[in-house]
C-alpha cells in the first residue's frame, strides 16, 4: 500500500532555510494533490501548502511567501522549502495525500523540525 | 480563513460508553467536514468525510452528522484501541483548517 515519509535535518539555525522531502513509496505521485502540514507545540495543526503532481502549487498566505512546495516525478517525491526560519517554525512536519477540495486520505508519521541555534 | 473549534479538549469515557465530540465552523462549510484519529507512533487515519460517510475499513461504531457549522462526532460503545486524538478539518475553502482536537482518555 502507498507510505509517505518525511525525511530532512531535524535541527535548522534561524534565519536559515528549512528543507524536507517526503518520499511517496508503493505507488505513484501522479494525479494526487500532495501538501505539508504542520502542528507546533501545543498548538492546532497547521496546513502549509501543496502540490500537483503537474507543479500547480497553493500555499498558506499566512507564511507569506516564505513556504515552496516542488514536485520531483521521476523520484516520486515532493519538497517543502521554508525560508528565514524562526523559533515559531518548530514543528512536527507532516506530508499528506488529497485529492483537490477533498479530505486527507494518508498521512506520513510526521518529523520534528527544531529551530535553534 | 475559517477557523475550526472542537470540543472538549479532552473526554474520559468508560469502555462500553459513547464518546461524543464536537466540531465548530467560523463560517458555512457545508459538508465539508473530515474527522481523524491519531495515535502515538502511527499516520493520522482519515475516519469520517463528507461529514458523515465513513472512510474505508473503519468501524461502525464511529460515526458523523452535521452540517454548516456544527457538527459531531460519535463513537458508540468505546474500545480501549479508541484511546487517542481525534481533530477534524474543513476542506470546503483554502487554506484548508484544522480544528484543535479532542483527546479520547479510556476510563
Known amino acids: 500500500q502507498v507510505q509517505l515519509q518525511e525525511s530532512g535535518p531535524g535541527l535548522v539555525k534561524p534565519s536559515e532555510t528549512l528543507s524536507l522531502t517526503c518520499t511517496v513509496s508503493g505507488g505513484s505521485i501522479g494525479n494526487n494533490y500532495w501538501s505539508w502540514i504542520r502542528q507546533a507545540p501545543g498548538k492546532g495543526l497547521e496546513w502549509i501548502g501543496y502540490i500537483y503532481y503537474s507543479g500547480a502549487t497553493k500555499t498558506n498566505p499566512s507564511l507569506k511567501s516564505r513556504a515552496t512546495v516542488s514536485v520531483q516525478t521521476s523520484k516520486n517525491q515532493f519538497s517543502l522549502k521554508l525560508t528565514s526560519v524562526t523559533a515559531a517554525d518548530t514543528a512536527v512536519y507532516y506530508c499528506?495525500?488529497?485529492?483537490?477540495?477533498?479530505?486527507?486520505?494518508?498521512w506520513g508519521l510526521g518529523t520534528l523540525v527544531t529551530v535553534s541555534s | 480563513e475559517i477557523v475550526m473549534t472542537q470540543s472538549p479538549a479532552t473526554l474520559s469515557v468508560s469502555p462500553g460508553e459513547r464518546a461524543t465530540l464536537s466540531c465548530r465552523a467560523s463560517q458555512n462549510v457545508g459538508r465539508n467536514l473530515a474527522w481523524y484519529q491519531r495515535k502515538p507512533g502511527q499516520a493520522s487515519r482519515l475516519l469520517i468525510y463528507?461529514?458523515?460517510t465513513r472512510a474505508t475499513g473503519i468501524p461502525s461504531r464511529f460515526s458523523g452528522s452535521g452540517s454548516g457549522t456544527e457538527f459531531t462526532l460519535n463513537i458508540s460503545s468505546l474500545q480501549s484501541e479508541d484511546s487517542a486524538v481525534y481533530f477534524c478539518q474543513q476542506y470546503n475553502n483554502w487554506p484548508l483548517t484544522f480544528g484543535g482536537g479532542t483527546t479520547v482518555e479510556i476510563k
Open positions: 463528507g461529514a458523515s
Open positions: 499528506a495525500r488529497h485529492f483537490y477540495e477533498s479530505p486527507i486520505d494518508l
